[in-house]
């Protein structure tokens, strides 16, 4: 059992700020990736951000300069997100490409979601 818990979202004012979290638990060996996709109302899922084991980190061109991704810890990841429009308004994902043992092949993981509204 592999959990993902998002944690901060909510509403803000456009040009605010905002920092997800996302926390994993349960059997887990070894956390490859983690990272954020959005999914906006009538819009298919997309990457946000994301940041493997060995630092390497990826951004969607709509939130460079603006979103920070980074590892709390190994099982931890943040996304400081700063100047917010409201083109950001969406269902964050938290995401996790972990092994559970280390005999076992990597997997996919998904968050439940957490709601972020920017709005005046």
């Known amino acids: 059992q592999v959990q993902l818990a998002e944690s901060g979202g909510g509403l803000v004012q456009p040009g605010g700020s905002l920092r997800l979290s996302c926390a994993a638990s349960?059997?887990?060996?070894?956390?490859?990736?983690m990272g954020w996709h959005r999914q906006a109302p009538g819009k298919q899922r997309e990457l946000v951000a994301v940041i493997t084991s060995n630092g390497t980190i990826d951004y969607a061109d709509s939130v460079k300069g603006r979103f920070t991704i980074s590892r709390d810890n190994a099982k931890t990841v943040l996304l400081q997100m700063s100047s917010l429009k409201p083109e950001d308004t969406a269902v964050y994902y938290c995401?996790?490409?972990?092994?559970?043992?280390?005999?076992?092949?990597?997997?996919?993981?998904w968050g439940k979601g957490t709601l972020v509204t920017v709005s005046s």
């Open positions: 995401n996790a490409d972990l092994m559970q043992r280390s005999s076992w092949p990597s997997m996919d993981y």
């Open positions: 349960g059997m887990i060996f070894k956390i490859n990736a």
